[in-house]
T-cell receptor, first 115, second 110 residues
């Protein structure tokens, strides 16, 4: 089954403790993105990647890091999480830039709480 | 002015009603117009996609784009309880950025 898999689904952590949210897709997509979803603000792009070793900042990159060492994986790293990073995070992948033609395929989300 | 405006609702309608969901946008560079549906505790899934002004129909769903007015709509005919979800409009300029509306929550009651 074609899918984007994120782990973990739920995570509660303390301020300053480094964490990684993993994302993997099995569709051989070049394009991958991370979004955060907050009430009233919708989905905002954090980082995106056009292919292996090619990444760039989205609208809200502060406090996040990403890497793309393999085509299928695109982990999101929070080096020193803070409470304002409490949010619902989605990883997404697409075969075309900007999700053209086929849209983005989204994972099921990771609900992160930073206390 | 926000780049995308979408009424958050919630919208509550009886089963069988016609539903109209709308978004306005300000960026003339947007070329692709999409609607995503998001069920509770799930990721968004692509519902409709178009890149030109006019109407596009898929079953009970019709996407309408008016580029001159910078306005897009999604119509749902014969709405069902299974249509209860949050509907997100999304826009792309063909690059890597996909801009989403805040989403409209829809409840269809039997």
């Amino acid at each position: 089954e074609a899918q984007v898999t994120q782990n973990p689904r739920y995570l509660i952590t303390v301020t300053g403790k480094k964490l990684t949210v993993t994302c993997s897709q099995n569709m051989n997509h070049e394009y991958m993105s991370w979004y955060r979803q907050d009430p009233g603000l919708g989905l905002r792009q954090i980082y995106y990647s056009m292919n292996v070793e090619v990444t760039d900042k989205g609208d809200v990159p502060e406090g996040y890091k990403v890497s793309r060492k393999e085509k299928r994986n695109f982990p999101l790293i929070l080096e020193s999480p803070s409470p304002n990073q409490t949010s619902l995070y989605f990883c997404a992948s697409s075969s075309r830039a900007g999700g053209a033609d086929y849209g983005y395929t989204f994972g099921s989300g990771t609900r992160l709480t930073v206390v | 002015q926000k780049e995308v405006e979408q009424d958050p609702g919630p919208l509550s309608v009886p089963e069988g009603a016609i539903v109209s969901l709308n978004c306005t946008y300000s960026n003339s560079a947007f070329q692709y117009f999409m609607w995503y549906r998001q069920y509770s505790r799930k990721g968004p899934e692509l519902l409709m996609y178009t890149y030109s002004s006019g109407n596009k129909e898929d079953g009970r769903f019709t996407a309408q784009v008016d580029k001159s007015s910078k306005y897009i709509s999604l119509f749902i005919r014969d709405s069902q309880p299974s249509d209860s979800a949050t509907y997100l409009c999304a826009f792309s300029g063909g690059y890597n950025k996909l801009i989403f509306g805040a989403g409209t929550r829809l409840a269809v009651h039997p």
